[in-house]
C-alpha cells in the first residue's frame, strides 16, 4: 500500500552530497539554448545567475523512473504517493560567482514537508536546502519548494492573477518551441515527460501543449535583468510560479527598476496578460 502522502511522521530525510563540473561544454550549451550571442566561455569566467540549475541532476537508471519521467520517489526525496511534482519557486543567495572550470559541490537536506488542502484538494509543500560550494569555499545558499497534489486534470477555469507591472523598463517576447524545451530537458537531465512529450502532456495530464520548464522562464527573467543592467552581479534572486505556461504562445517577460536602483521587479506574463511568474533580484553592493 502506498504510503499515506498527508503523515509524514514516520519518514526521516537523508542529506545529500553531489558533486559536478562546470564545464565550458556546458555553458556554450546554455547559450545556444537561451538563443545567446555569447562570445566564447573561457576558464574562469562567471556562471551567469540560475545557470547553476543545469548541474547536480538526479542520474537514475531508465528501469528506476516512473510513468511521468521523474526517478521513483524516495531516497533523497520523501515517497509522496501525490502524482503531480511542480517546482513552484526558489530563492538563491549569492555569496560569490561559480566559475568556468570549477569542481563545485552541492549539499542538499529537506527542511521541511508539510500537507496542505488546496482548491484542486491535498497537496504537499516541500521545502529543499542547497549549500553550493566551489573551489574557494560557498558560492551558493538556496531553498527550492516542490508541490505535489493528486493526477486530476488541471482545471481550465481563469483564476485571479495579480497586476502586472503597469509601465516595465525591459520586455522581451519569448517563443517557447518543442525544441528549447527538449535541449533545456536534456541540459539539467530532467526526464518529466510533461516538457517534451506532447501526447503525454496532453492527454494523460490535461494540459494544452507542452509546459514551459519554471526554472527556465525564471532563467529568462534573471536574464532580462542581466542584460539591462550591464551584468550587475546579484546578492538574491528569488521566484514564484502563478501559473503554468506552454508552448501553444508566445509570453512575455518584464521587468522594473526598483526606485533605490537595489534590485528589480521581475514578472513573466502569459499571452493573455495574466502574471505566470514573479521574481525579486537584489544587487550586491559596490
Avoid at 44 to 67: E, I, K, N, Q
Amino acid at each position: 500500500m502506498s504510503p499515506d502522502p498527508l503523515r509524514w511522521d514516520d519518514w526521516t530525510a537523508a542529506p545529500e552530497t553531489l558533486t559536478d563540473r562546470v564545464t565550458l561544454a556546458s555553458l556554450e550549451r546554455m547559450s545556444a539554448t537561451l538563443d545567446r550571442a555569447d562570445p566564447p566561455w573561457q576558464t574562469g569566467d562567471p556562471v551567469p545567475p540560475l545557470w547553476h540549475l543545469m548541474y547536480f541532476p538526479a542520474v537514475a537508471p531508465r528501469s528506476t523512473l516512473g510513468p511521468d519521467g521523474h526517478p521513483e520517489r524516495g531516497g533523497f526525496l520523501p515517497p509522496i504517493a501525490l502524482q503531480r511534482r511542480m517546482f513552484a519557486g526558489a530563492r538563491t543567495v549569492f555569496h560569490r560567482p561559480l566559475r568556468a572550470g570549477e569542481a563545485i559541490r552541492r549539499e542538499g537536506e529537506v527542511a521541511s514537508i508539510e500537507p496542505k488542502e488546496g482548491r484542486s484538494g491535498a497537496l504537499v509543500v516541500v521545502l529543499v536546502r542547497f549549500h553550493i560550494h566551489g573551489e574557494d569555499g560557498l558560492a551558493l545558499e538556496e531553498e527550492l519548494d516542490l508541490i505535489y497534489r493528486d493526477g486530476a486534470a488541471p482545471a481550465r477555469t481563469r483564476t485571479k492573477s495579480d497586476p502586472a507591472i503597469a509601465a516595465p523598463d525591459w520586455r522581451r517576447t519569448i517563443t517557447p518551441d518543442p525544441v528549447t524545451l527538449f535541449r533545456y530537458s536534456a541540459l539539467t537531465f530532467n526526464g518529466h515527460r510533461i516538457h517534451y512529450d506532447r501526447t503525454y502532456a496532453m492527454e494523460e495530464e490535461g494540459y494544452p501543449g507542452l509546459v514551459v520548464h519554471g526554472p527556465l522562464i525564471a532563467t529568462y527573467l534573471a536574464e532580462l535583468c542581466r542584460d539591462n543592467t550591464d551584468d550587475r552581479p546579484l546578492a538574491r534572486f528569488g521566484f514564484r510560479a502563478r501559473r503554468p505556461l506552454f508552448d501553444t504562445a508566445p509570453f512575455e517577460v518584464t521587468g522594473v527598476m526598483d526606485p533605490d536602483g537595489r534590485g528589480c521587479h521581475l514578472e513573466a506574463l502569459d499571452p493573455d496578460g495574466a502574471v505566470a511568474m514573479t521574481a525579486e533580484a537584489s544587487f550586491a553592493d559596490g
